[in-house]
């Protein structure tokens, strides 16, 4: 069973920052070679890709929707199980609830999701 626990959202003015992670666990899973990805859904709105990041057997080659390029950045620490979403900038369209995810071979794991709002 995979566990995905995500962490840091929070309520941050527009031109903020704030740093999600998402830590990993259980038995059997080899996190180093999963890729891992960000994922958001804003009310009313399907979920959408933020940022992917492969796994150590492809390069960890990273992956951005355009409307983040350039402000977010995904990072993973392979040794702690975790992955990371470096948010700078932010924009009220970035508001809504992101989602850690994890998928390798046809499986695919969801965290419960970490609310950011982006408000003045």
């Known amino acids: 069973q995979v566990q995905l626990v995500e962490s840091g959202g929070g309520l941050v003015q527009p031109g903020g920052s704030l740093r999600l992670s998402c830590a990993a666990s259980?038995?059997?899973?080899?996190?180093?070679?999963?890729?891992m990805g960000w994922y958001r859904q804003a009310p009313g709105k399907q979920r959408e890709l933020v940022a992917t990041i492969t796994g150590i057997t492809s390069g960890g080659s990273t992956n951005y929707a355009d409307s983040v390029k350039g402000r977010f950045t995904i990072s993973r620490d392979n040794a702690k199980k975790s992955v990371y979403l470096q948010m700078n900038s932010l924009k009220l369209e970035d508001t809504a609830v992101y989602y850690c995810?994890?998928?390798?071979?046809?499986?695919?794991?969801w965290g419960q999701g970490t609310q950011v709002t982006v408000s003045s």
């Open positions: 259980g038995s059997g899973f080899s996190f180093a070679v999963n890729t």
């Open positions: 995810n994890a998928e390798r071979g046809g499986s695919s794991w």
